[in-house]
């Protein structure tokens, strides 16, 4: 997806108006970095209608990072945080039962709870709406929803959804955040040099989790820089080229594609809270 200025605001004024009609909105982040996944802009269109964040990919998200942020955002009120995986049919059952208890006067036959579920792309939405129909549904538009028509699909469990325009754009309104889009895979790296981001993962790896990162590649003791890390890394993937030298580029992608899978476990790229000074130590390595 190419973003610019006239696609942004016509989807967020399509939001704007298909949030007059429904009840209450389900917002799809990345439970692994959800201030960058997020929007901000959502807020802005909301009308104060109550709103679900579900903290998608639970599975490979680290545990301990999305406890801290569902208890950072229960302290906004209105919202509620939910960890889950779209896939799983038990965890999207309790998404609907939180629904229910957020607009307790709907949810009925011929009184269904409207909903619409948004978020950027690759986060989920498709994922979830199937799990929620219990069928599969057309793929939620994976172009800007300013060519589509509004779908509604009802579904047996007393919920409606407006499937479409739940597009938005991920906030790279920082740089750290571009960057960590990118680490986890939400965006592409073309954007950012492969090598870059993979050096700003092992930084943020070393940081955060130095005793992952020892045990998947194999180091009795950490190197000094992030760059050495890839290469690192490198060698013990054999990302090697001729002559013995490592292949960082090769070492990177590797890198990136073993993180964003849960190969190296499961982590998270924000916390709440994270103070500027540890975001610009980060940044340094970029
Ligand atoms: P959309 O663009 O927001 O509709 O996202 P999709 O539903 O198409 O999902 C994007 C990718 O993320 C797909 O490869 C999904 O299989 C994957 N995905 C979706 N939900 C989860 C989840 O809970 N955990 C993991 N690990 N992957 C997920």
Redesign the pocket.
């Known amino acids: 997806i190419r973003w610019y200025p006239g696609h942004m605001s016509k989807a967020l004024e399509q939001i704007s108006e298909l949030v007059r009609k429904i009840d209450l909105i389900i917002e799809?982040l990345d439970a692994r970095l959800p201030y960058s996944s997020s929007n901000h802009l959502l807020e802005q269109v909301r009308r104060n209608k109550p709103c679900i964040k579900v903290l998608?990919?639970?599975?490979?998200a680290d545990p301990a990072a999305t406890r801290a942020w569902v208890q950072h955002f229960q302290k906004n009120s209105g919202v509620r945080a939910l960890p889950?995986?779209?896939?799983?049919i038990p965890e999207v059952k309790s998404l609907v039962k939180l629904c229910k208890q957020l607009v307790p006067h709907r949810g009925n036959p011929g009184y269904p709870i409207r909903t619409m579920v948004v978020?950027?792309?690759?986060?989920?939405?498709?994922?979830?709406?199937?799990t929620l129909a219990g069928r599969s549904i057309a793929?939620?538009g994976?172009r800007p929803a300013v060519t589509m028509r509004p779908q509604q699909i009802p579904l047996n469990n007393g919920i409606l959804i407006f499937d479409t325009p739940g597009l938005l754009w991920p906030a790279m309104d920082d740089q750290g955040g571009a960057y960590r889009l990118a680490a986890s895979g939400a965006i592409g790296a073309n954007a950012l040099d492969y090598t870059n981001v993979g050096v700003f993962a092992a930084a943020y790896m070393m940081r955060r989790y130095p005793e992952l990162l020892k045990e998947r590649y194999k180091l009795a003791e950490l190197p000094e820089t992030p760059y050495e890390v890839v290469e690192a890394v490198g060698r013990c993937l054999g990302c090697i080229m001729s002559g013995g030298v490592v292949d960082v580029h090769r070492a990177a992608e590797t890198f990136l594609r073993e993180l964003r899978a849960?190969k190296a476990g499961r982590i998270s790229f924000e916390e709440p809270g994270t103070p500027e000074d540890v975001e610009a130590e980060l940044l340094r390595f970029a």
């Open positions: 799809v998608n990919k639970n599975d490979i889950l995986v779209a896939k799983n978020g950027i792309p690759n986060v989920g939405k498709s994922t979830l709406i199937n793929k939620v994976d849960g």
